[in-house]
């Protein structure tokens, strides 16, 4: 039975009394311009300044589908084709959103002694894709300290409002928010997600520590780099490799059961990267300028608990 994660999780999100902004779903196969108008009426097409303006539509189903129209569509005509464009396979839903008119947008990790919160100012693509380093970091452990450089996006009253929504919600929660201009919070999606750690290697003996970077994923592993610049050196990768990229975008998702371990240039402990490899058990480290500091070939031990790569 095909599940759809993204509905399901907005389902949850609804369940727990959590703010969300409101949507529409619809059998990809059943898209007409007439249905995609029935949904537009129920829901609307904001134009609330501070709020909530304009739609997205996403994509669910068939595991992890991952396609999304741009952020704040306005015309009806745009939103249909967009609609259209997006029922590229049988059993995939679209799901037809509000966006809210974000001032920062962010994702929190809810473990069992510990709440973590990442945000971007604006709306999240940046975060999510790991194609920002400008990250503002928070962790919660009875009170609030923050992990990162990077200030003046979240204040104390954000801070107490994200942190009032997050003891509603279970351990090992992810949610994605955005929190819009006026002050208001909205959540639109959640998964659990679980620890799956790997043992460190037996037997081998570590030379030099080449970097030291952010811890994304627990767990360590060995293999052999493997720098990808673009999707097709990607696709190349061998079992057992580590594969080092700028940032992590859809074809990650292909071959990530193939990799010991992931390394990206830029993100986050919520970016795309991290949940994927937290979801499958592989080991992730995020450091500054990886793709130019690794070379393929070397043979490397990724330490996801210390945020370390080193040389064999």
């Known amino acids: 039975m095909m599940r759809y994660r993204k509905i399901e999780g907005l389902e949850k999100i609804r369940e727990w009394g959590l703010p969300y902004p409101p949507y529409g779903v619809i059998d990809a196969e059943q898209a007409t311009p007439s249905n995609i108008e029935s949904i537009i009426d129920a829901i609307g097409i904001p134009e609330i300044e501070g709020d909530r303006t304009g739609i997205v539509i996403r994509t669910d189903g068939a595991g992890r589908a991952g396609g999304r129209s741009d952020l704040h569509l306005m015309d009806m005509e745009e939103i249909i084709n967009w609609a259209l464009r997006l029922r590229e396979r049988t059993g995939i839903k679209l799901i037809i959103q509000h966006v809210v008119d974000a001032k920062c947008s962010g994702v929190l990790l809810k473990s069992a002694d510990e709440l973590s919160v990442e945000v971007v100012r604006g709306d999240a693509p940046s975060l999510l894709e790991g194609r920002t380093g400008d990250i503002e970091r928070w962790t919660y452990t009875g009170t609030w300290n923050k992990e990162s450089e990077m200030g003046g996006i979240l204040s104390e009253g954000d801070r107490a409002l994200i942190l009032k929504y997050a003891r509603l919600v279970p351990e090992y929660s992810y949610l994605e928010w955005s929190l819009s201009k006026i002050g208001k919070l909205y959540f639109y999606e959640y998964m659990q997600w679980r620890r799956r750690e790997r043992k460190a290697p037996a037997g081998e003996s570590i030379r ?52 010991s371990a992931l390394v990206c240039d830029v993100g986050g402990r919520t970016s795309h990267a991290s949940i994927i490899a937290r979801e499958y058990g592989v080991p992730c480290v995020i450091a500054e300028s990886a793709t130019k500091r690794l070379r393929d070939g070397t043979k490397v031990v990724v330490d996801g608990y210390n945020g370390t790569v080193s040389v064999l």
Not at 241 to 248: C, E, F, S
């Open 208 to 259: 030099k520590t080449l970097i030291r970077g952010l811890s994304a994923s627990p767990g360590v592993a060995t293999g052999t780099v493997k720098v990808a610049l673009d999707s097709e050196e990607i696709n190349r990768v061998r079992d057992g490799d580590v594969l080092v990229i700028r940032y992590a975008d859809r074809h990650v998702m292909h071959v990530i059961n193939r990799l």
